[in-house]
């Protein structure tokens, strides 16, 4: 098969791969489930996919669609070939104002259909938690609904017409038909005439038809996904007394991609919703309160109805970025209802919410309804979406795991069915976790088990049986909106019983034959409790570090706790710094989904006695520029930069380092030598001969300019600063001011800057200037001599820092080590802890001097400025850009603006490199390039990362600031 696979490969219209990476980045999706697939493609266009349906076929594999694999129940893995249509069949193809409809590809994203949408005043409803990167292909093939299904339906009511190719490669329009195109249709001397043939034969007898009235869900579950939607195609002029046409788009959605592989999509759009809202948000003591409420709520006209209980709340508690989010919540609630509504008119929407209010608090169920607008809504909703990914910062194997969490019953039967599931999850000494739709009947639910532990595999078959039983007793849908996958085919019979699920496999083999449509789901269904991600009873490796990650009990359990909700293939449009190479790259290899899952893959596989000794692993970090976003923005904290970093040290040892690598990763060392030659060593950096050899042996892209040192150190300036100031009266604290390598040699004037501006303010600098930060140490994974630099800081200023003399830095990168790194390099945990939690930004300390009343906007000019700002990516992970913003705020006519950058794409040395310099340049024209060039001639761009500022004068010829620079040029 290998040498047919290679031959296709060589005539294939698209990306295809064999490779061990590959298919290993693809054996998984959001699921507990992993099989190495047999390759991965990625097709341009429907040639491709023809000529992939055409493969199949002849060599008896198949084909397994995905777009943004944050499938829960396994619909994106298979052992054949994975075709991933997210990288370039992701087009808006046409847009009808007149019927309010669009079609698109399937790599489509749904937030970024919508923004492109809403200045014609319209949108796609269905909204799932994944909306910022799932497509509309996977939508439809899971028929998603999300938090507006309540208001707006399902993905089954939008879709109006499917372009799909069938199983022999017939390219095929399915849409709306009278009942007279329908019999014409069954006339076809094809494989879509057969398919006609077949429904109308089968969907004809009254038997069938009794069948399915019986043992489908009830009809006021809008939310039902087990099976083929058959129950869809019987009210209409064809198979019943309506007059309503047919469309088999209605059977197609929610299949899986196991009938049809689709290609365009048209969708019936809404009117944007009203714009003004408002949320209450009832606190509940216990669960049974909160669903009691549930019915009551939904007597109003709710936009949302979402429920979050105690589990998720309580992952938010740590979590770098949703903390922040739980300003709402009072006090520890079992559970909270987010109630949305909207209106037009700011007098309809208070009473709106004032008449549920009154409902609420007469039905006495919950404790607290405070009432959030504007903003705080949408970080409500986030905290809420947050949900999948925040189950992941469970610390251990025990996870919440999705194998029942997609139940949904009637509303009037959701309290009785929560309370027999609570007995259930009681009976088996099992906790669970509740959130999600509650107005819809749906909460996804979710045992605790370790699913690398025999008895937990066990429980999780013996759970998922019974719950199953107890959804069909309430007759509900078990698969309400993520689909049966792999985690729920197996239970379809008893959900509809033999002789529909028969009738599902005579369907599925009219529309494919040979069963090269993702096999394995709803009909011959694999087993559930088989091809997991993890082996059950494996004794799992021990893998020693230098650093310390005992906050995850070790590195393999971070890697771990990448659940594959794939928050990292956000685009640049979704705002974020999360993940730069992939905004650039558009590769899934270049996520931080990808590192963690090939990080496990290799430390648990990887046969060498170091196992970090593998190529897999040296290529999919090759672009992690170590930004530090997913330690912030990934739900489950993923930190790759540390792990990149531990990872560089490990396979060094084995493999050595390049002699670019060692002249970066000890670039202090070299440029503290040279700075007392400053003025030569600038007149080398800056002729064209002497610079072009040296970017060659150092592997510097030509295109770069190299950073000069300062003629004069601040070590060297701060002593005539030091006699200058003397005798002067400092009102206001002392400080320890940390001068960085990178300020004291490279941006002394910076460095002078801060000083200056300190001082001028009234506070008493203690300098310390010969310490190294170790960043470019950490970078280039030289990890021995990072840690005796940060195990030297940390003994020299222990007896220095307090919360009355903290330690402020200028670069961001160098200063917030100490928040960071240090805590699993040093050897003194107990000092690094006490230094780090008094270490801050320069814009931290002034802006927290700022609302202590110490600096007003008395000390700075009154002159006009515009401000445009970056900031460093690792002050967006690892505290925020309010600050910067309030301190260059505070003169009294400066206007200050955010630029929604993300990554600036040179992160230190990366942007260097001659094998980077491309991916670096085009992270920086995503976004960053372009605001500063929009920007007027006047405007100062201000940005703190020495890298950022090079990164910026490279990209766009401007020279950009430091915020030290523009306050101290601002004091009066």
């Known amino acids: 098969m290998k040498e047919k696979l290679l031959q ?6 698209g ?20 099989k190495i697939p047999l390759a991965v493609a990625y097709p341009l266009s429907e040639i491709g996919i023809k000529q992939l349906i055409k493969f199949a076929s002849e060599h008896g594999t198949s084909l397994v669609p995905r777009t943004a694999g944050t499938s829960l129940a396994g619909q994106c893995v298979g052992a054949g070939i994975i075709v991933d249509v997210s990288k370039y069949l992701n087009k808006i193809l046409s847009l009808d104002l007149n019927n309010r409809t669009v079609t698109v590809q399937p790599g489509v994203i749904r937030d970024e259909l919508n923004a492109y949408l809403e200045p014609h005043g319209l949108f796609f409803g269905p909204n799932t938690s994944t909306s ?21 339906g399902v993905t089954r009511d939008k879709v109006l017409k499917l372009k799909t190719l069938l199983s022999d490669g017939e390219e095929v329009i399915f849409d709306s038909l009278s009942e007279e195109d329908f019999k014409n249709k069954m006339k076809l001397n094809s494989l879509e005439g057969k398919i006609y043939k077949t429904l109308f034969a089968e969907l004809s007898s009254e038997t069938i038809q009794q069948a399915i009235e019986d043992e489908f869900p009830k009809p006021e579950i809008h939310r039902r996904n087990t099976g083929y939607a058959v129950d869809s195609l019987l009210d209409n002029s064809v198979f019943g007394t309506s007059e309503a046409s047919i469309n088999v788009c209605s059977l197609l959605c929610g299949s899986e991609g196991t009938l049809a592989f689709s290609t365009e999509i048209t969708l019936q759009l809404d009117l944007l919703p009203p714009p003004l809202t408002a949320m209450v948000v009832a606190h509940y003591n216990t669960l049974e309160s909160c669903l009691n409420d549930v019915s009551i709520a939904m007597q109003h006209n709710l936009h949302t109805c979402e429920m979050i209980d105690d589990v998720i709340l309580d992952c938010t508690k740590k979590n770098k970025k949703y903390e922040s989010y739980r300003f709402f919540v009072e006090g520890s609630p079992k559970a909270l209802l987010l109630l949305e509504l909207k209106s037009d008119s700011a007098e309809d929407l208070q009473q709106q919410t004032t008449d549920l209010l009154k409902s609420l608090q007469k039905s006495g169920h919950s404790y607290s309804l405070p009432v959030l607008k504007d903003a705080e809504i949408d970080m409500a909703m986030e905290l809420r979406k947050a949900g999948l990914g925040l189950l992941g910062n469970m610390i251990g194997d025990k996870k919440a795991v999705a194998c029942i969490e997609d139940t949904a019953v009637a509303l009037s039967d959701l309290p009785n069915y929560i309370g027999e599931f609570t007995k259930l999850m009681s009976d088996y000494n099992q906790s669970a976790v509740y959130y999600a739709h509650a107005g819809a009947g749906e909460l996804h639910l979710r045992p605790i088990l370790n699913l690398k532990d025999n008895a937990g595999v066990e429980y999780f078959r013996k759970i998922t049986t019974d719950v199953a039983h107890l959804v069909k007793k309430y007759r509900g849908s078990f698969s309400g909106e993520h689909g049966d996958g792999i985690v729920r085919s197996e239970f379809i019979p008893i959900m509809v019983g033999n002789s529909l699920y028969e009738l599902f496999g005579r369907i599925k083999n009219a529309f494919d034959p040979l069963q090269i449509f993702n096999p394995g789901k709803i009909i011959n269904a694999n087993k559930m409790d088989e091809s997991l991600r993890y ?3 494996r004794e799992e490796p ?15 359990r971070l890697a771990e706790s990448c659940n594959g909700s794939g928050d990292c293939r956000k685009t640049e449009k979704a705002g974020g710094a999360m993940c730069p190479s992939y905004h650039a790259t558009r590769n899934e290899k270049d996520t931080t989904r990808a590192r963690a899952n090939i990080l496990r893959e290799i430390l648990t596989t990887n046969d060498s006695v170091n196992k970090f000794n593998s190529k897999e692993l040296k290529e999919v970090f090759d672009l992690c520029i170590s930004c530090k976003a997913c330690a912030s923005e990934c739900p489950s904290n993923v930190d790759m930069a540390t792990a990149k970093a531990e990872f560089l040290y490990q396979y060094n040892k084995v493999n050595g380092v390049s002699f670019s690598d060692k002249l970066f990763g000890k670039s202090s060392q070299y440029t503290k030598k040279s700075a007392r030659f400053a003025r030569i060593s600038n007149a080398l950096f800056s002729n064209k001969i002497s610079s072009r050899f040296i970017k060659n042996i150092a592997g510097v892209a030509s295109e770069r300019t190299l950073p000069h040192n300062s003629i004069k150190t601040f070590s060297k300036l701060l002593q005539n600063k030091q006699n200058e100031v003397v005798n002067s009266d400092f009102k206001l604290k002392k400080v320890l001011l940390f001068v960085d390598e990178f300020s004291n040699y490279l941006d002394a004037d910076i460095a002078s800057d801060a000083y200056d501006l300190l001082t001028g303010l009234g506070y008493q600098i203690v300098v310390i200037d010969h310490l190294d930060s170790a960043r470019a140490l950490i970078s280039k994974g030289f990890l021995e001599e990072a840690k005796k630099h940060a195990n030297d800081n940390i003994e020299y200023l222990k007896q220095l820092v307090s919360k009355e003399v903290p330690l402020i830095g200028i670069e961001p990168s160098a200063i917030l080590s100490f928040r960071d790194e240090y805590l699993r390099l040093a050897d003194d945990i107990a000092s690094a802890k006490e230094i780090a939690s008094n270490t801050m930004l320069v814009e931290e300390f002034l802006a927290s001097e700022v609302v202590n009343g110490n ?11 515009k401000i445009k700002i970056h900031v460093h990516c690792h002050q967006k992970s690892l505290s925020n850009q309010k600050v910067t913003f309030d301190i260059l705020n505070l003169p009294k006519n400066y206007k200050p603006t955010i630029i929604p950058s993300g990554c600036c794409g040179m992160a230190g040395s990366f942007g260097y490199e001659k094998k980077h310099y491309k991916v670096s340049m085009q992270i920086g024209e995503l976004r960053l390039f372009p605001a500063v060039r929009k920007a007027e001639s006047e405007t100062i761009i201000a940005a703190n990362g020495t890298s950022c500022r090079h990164q910026i004068m490279d990209g766009t010829g401007t020279k950009a600031q430091h915020p030290v620079t523009i306050l101290k040029n601002a004091l009066i």
């Open 8 to 13: 296709f490969k060589e005539i294939f219209d």
């Open 15 to 34: 990306d295809f791969h064999i490779d061990k990476l590959h298919k290993t980045l693809y054996a998984t999706d959001a699921s507990v489930y992993r």
């Open 132 to 152: 910022n990167r799932c497509m509309i292909g996977g939508m439809v093939g899971n028929n998603s609904s999300g938090t507006t299904s309540i208001q707006y």
């Open 535 to 537: 082996e059950a009873g």
């Open 542 to 556: 021990e893998i020693e570090t230098l650093m310390n990650f005992s906050d995850s009990e070790g590195i393999l």
């Open 855 to 865: 600096i007003t906007a008395s000390s700075f000019t009154s002159e006009e400025k």
